[in-house]
């Protein structure tokens, strides 16, 4: 599969890149797609990737050859991928009714759309609004662990969720987001959250069946749970987003190692702090983003891990602080830098703490080989 598809605007290194650039390593992303393919390949489920991480057609095709099936965060991923020719799409954000024109829209555009709620007053709004037959079929999300939205496997609401839709003809099934694996730590652990997320959610699955209603689709994903469940029964389809990048929030529960990080930000040393030993650079927070996510974890990377120009980790040099356009690179534990091994114009890259806030920063990636040539700029999108 090809990988290099547009070198409209790419500088040919690094070296020749403005700064802040937003770096897309090929091999690490080469091998994180590998990975999940690796380890979901004895399972019989279907893998619909999220996109809300890479917001580019072109990193999606690096993923797979095809049309979809695809997640999606934003209503503007689903118009963007739906005209880059895929039309399989879920849009994993609760419904609401003012919302289902723009998904008839799709929808009446030739897209297989899948909307999902947990709420039976929305389920009567959406079933009054939309009629079986209008390509668009509904999930009932469920929350198996208490992380965010959803509806309990347990709950009544479930069953009068489920007979409303399947009146109108539009239950497609049930999904879950097992977010609370997150704040797992180890393989062990996010396995057996995993357990936790795949039982809840066939629970649920099975309840509506006993009632007597369809649900051919149970659906369940995060990159955690996605890269360490141990046994998928019961289970159709997987979503996963992150792991096509893998982040510092990733590396800090276990999910990878940092130097398997595919993505990168690119910048330039324009001056020092001299009296504390720092190094500032020209990406503050406009190019990694405040994302602080690893300051609860065991290591706090601050604004993220520090790399020189290839990509390979300096020590403990970590993004210290950051202001607008600033960053601050220091030492974790503070002791200052010898300022005379970074000359002004010296080149690093900063691996993120979240991958989708970085990434989302910036209209671009630039995708580089092993030896740091840029062979393509793949362009991103924004918004809503």
Known sequence: MALKD???????????????????????????????????????????????????????????????PITVSTLME???????????????????????????ALADAGVRMQIILDDADIARAVADAITGNSGITVLIEVDCDGHRSGVAPEADELLVIGRT???????????????????CEGADAIAAHAEIERAGLVHAAERLRAAGLPCPIVS?????????????????????????????????????RPEEIALSVLATVIGYQKAQGRLV??????????????????????????????????????VTGANQEHGLVGR?????????????????????????ATAAQHPAYLLTDTGGAVTARWPRFSGW
């Open 78 to 104: 689903a118009h963007r991928f739906a005209e880059a020719g895929f039309n399989d799409i879920l849009y994993a954000v609760g419904i609401v009714p003012s919302k289902l024109d723009a998904v008839r």
């Open 332 to 356: 974790r534990d503070g002791t200052p830098l010898d300022l005379s091994a970074y000359p002004i114009g010296t080149r690093l890259r900063v691996l993120p703490n979240h991958a989708c």
């Open 281 to 318: 650079i020209d990406a503050g927070w406009m190019a990694m983003s405040r994302d602080r996510g690893t300051a609860a974890q065991r290591v706090d990377q601050g604004y993220g891990l520090v790399c020189d120009a290839g990509g390979t980790i300096i020590g403990d040099l970590i």
């Open 220 to 256: 369940m994903g995060s990159t955690p749970t996605a890269l360490f469940v141990r046994a998928l029964d019961g289970i159709t389809e997987v979503r996963a987003g992150v792991y096509i990048f893998q982040d510092l929030v990733m590396a800090g529960i276990g999910v990878c």
């Open 6 to 68: 547009d070198m409209t605007s790419a500088p040919q290194t690094l070296l020749q890149a403005p700064t802040p650039a937003l770096v897309l390593d090929e091999t690490r992303l080469t091998a994180n797609i590998r990975r999940m393919e690796g380890h979901l390949a004895p399972f019989d489920v279907t893998f619909r990737p999220h996109v809300k991480t890479a917001k580019s057609p072109d990193v999606l095709r690096a993923v797979f050859d095809g049309t979809g």
């Open 165 to 183: 839709l399947a009146e109108a003809g539009l239950l497609g099934g049930v999904l879950t987001h097992a977010g609370e694996s997150y704040s």
